[in-house]
């Protein structure tokens, strides 16, 4: 059973960065894609970024494109966002997640973490 444990969120000023990590566990194949969702209140779930480790690619969401960086360990399974220049409309609870096939959407989820981004 895939595990992911999703860390790092925080309280941090508006312009600032912080690092999400998620560490995965489980995997029964290295074909697997991890994703990062966050949800603020009141909203909907919106996707952010995806880490393919079937071919090493990344996918962005417009609203975090140019400022959100993911990079991999693949010793550990673990997939880190890096997120910098953060506004507050960046703050939500941050979830990762996993699938083996993204066709069918993502089957492994983490718990959240809340990332507040407030002077």
């Known amino acids: 059973e895939v595990q992911l444990q999703a860390s790092g969120g925080g309280l941090v000023q508006p312009g600032g960065p912080l690092r999400l990590s998620c560490a995965g566990s489980?995997?029964?194949?290295?074909?697997?894609?991890i994703g990062w969702f966050r949800q603020a209140p009141g909203k909907e779930r919106e996707a952010v970024s995806c880490?393919?480790?079937?071919?090493?690619?990344?996918i962005y969401a417009d609203s975090v494109k140019g400022r959100f960086t993911l990079s991999s360990l693949h010793t550990n399974k673990t997939v880190y966002l890096q997120m910098n220049s953060l506004k507050p409309e960046d703050s939500a609870v941050y979830y990762c997640?996993?699938?083996?096939?993204?066709?069918?959407?993502?089957?492994?989820w983490g718990q959240g973490t809340l990332v507040t981004v407030s002077s």
């Open positions: 997640a996993a699938t083996y096939r993204a066709a069918t959407g993502y089957d492994f």
């Open positions: 880490y393919s480790n079937i071919d090493g690619s990344t």
């Open positions: 489980g995997f029964s194949s290295d074909n697997y894609i």
